[in-house]
């Protein structure tokens, strides 16, 4: 397996992620990244998509109150409605939405079918790709169509991973369905590296699970994010850490963190001059 890492570089010197956050098994906190790491690209003063693939829709659920009556991904596949009119603006100046839509259980069959066929998602990121720095992914557990689809439209892949020694075996299974989009499908699509998730600093376990991480897998974050009651209120809560007003809590910044390792990670060899005024604003 010869996973590509982190060799994309930022299009024009100008930031151009289309990053997909996915994981072979859930409860792994993979919405609650996608979600509080889109509010931090936002913060950053970065124009921010969040993509909600999801079925169960639950970003959609947290970033825009009685967002679920409005149309989104569903009824952009079925040609009902334009872009524009899927975006929706979140409370978060820079930061938007496009839910998955009107979506019943009964429908998700073909909604997975749609979404991997004919490059929906890769004309779609096209079609908005002047009006957004960034575009963040969020996929449904598991490797199905949905998060297929994602890899064929994205340009990197973040996968957390939930310290926990049941969890080594997946990561595998993930980074080979990785491997074969890179080969087959998407060839510019870049493995960002593995996210350790629900670390427990005072667990001898989480230490010795993430020891074998590092040693077995070349890519992996420097942040991580812990374990914490803060994290447990706002996930109960269903909002970003920001909306609970915790953006000062010690562990809120992680992900404001972990934004700036994944801006670090992508950007070109040298800053432009621009590329420094826009973090510096």
């Known amino acids: 397996m010869a996973l590509k890492g982190n060799?994309?570089?930022?299009?024009?010197?100008?930031?151009?992620?289309?990053?997909?956050?996915?994981?072979?098994?859930?409860?792994?906190?993979?919405?609650?990244?996608?979600?509080?790491?889109?509010?931090?690209?936002?913060?950053?003063?970065?124009?921010?998509?969040?993509?909600?693939?999801?079925p169960q829709g639950a970003i959609t659920l947290s970033l825009a109150k009685g967002s679920m009556e409005y149309p989104g991904l569903m009824e952009l596949l079925s040609g009902r409605i334009k872009i524009k009119d899927a975006l929706l603006k979140t409370n978060l100046n820079g930061l938007t939405l496009l839910p998955k839509g009107r979506l019943a259980m009964k429908n998700v069959p073909v909604y997975e079918k749609k979404l991997f066929q004919n490059q929906v998602l890769t004309k779609l990121f096209a079609a908005v790709d002047s009006?957004?720095?960034?575009?963040?992914?969020?996929?449904?557990?598991?490797?199905?169509?949905?998060?297929?689809?994602?890899?064929?439209?994205?340009?990197?892949?973040?996968?957390?991973?939930?310290?926990?020694?049941?969890?080594?075996?997946?990561?595998?299974?993930?980074?080979?369905?990785?491997?074969?989009?890179?080969?087959?499908?998407?060839?510019?699509?870049?493995?960002?590296?593995?996210?350790?998730?629900?670390?427990?600093?005072?667990?001898?376990?989480?230490?010795?699970?993430?020891?074998?991480?590092?040693?077995?897998?070349?890519l992996v974050l420097d942040t991580t994010i812990p374990r914490a009651d803060i994290f447990h209120k706002a996930s109960e809560l269903g909002v970003p850490l920001s909306f609970m007003g915790s953006a000062k809590h010690p562990e809120a910044r992680r992900f404001r963190a972990l934004a700036e390792e994944i801006l670090n990670l992508i950007k070109p060899e040298e800053d432009s001059e621009e590329q420094v005024v826009r973090r510096l604003l």
Do not use: C
């Open 7 to 54: 060799g994309h570089k930022a299009r024009g010197g100008i930031v151009n992620l289309k990053l997909v956050v996915a994981s072979q098994k859930g409860g792994v906190g993979k919405t609650t990244v996608s979600m509080n790491l889109s509010v931090a690209f936002a913060e950053l003063g970065l124009r921010t998509l969040l993509v909600d693939t999801d």
């Open 131 to 218: 009006h957004f720095d960034i575009i963040v992914i969020d996929t449904p557990a598991g490797l199905g169509m949905i998060t297929r689809a994602a890899m064929k439209a994205g340009s990197h892949v973040l996968v957390p991973f939930k310290v926990d020694m049941l969890n080594l075996r997946s990561v595998n299974q993930i980074l080979q369905v990785l491997d074969y989009v890179q080969t087959n499908e998407n060839k510019e699509l870049q493995f960002l590296g593995l996210l350790l998730t629900m670390f427990e600093r005072e667990t001898d376990t989480s230490y010795k699970v993430a020891g074998e991480v590092w040693k077995d897998f070349p």
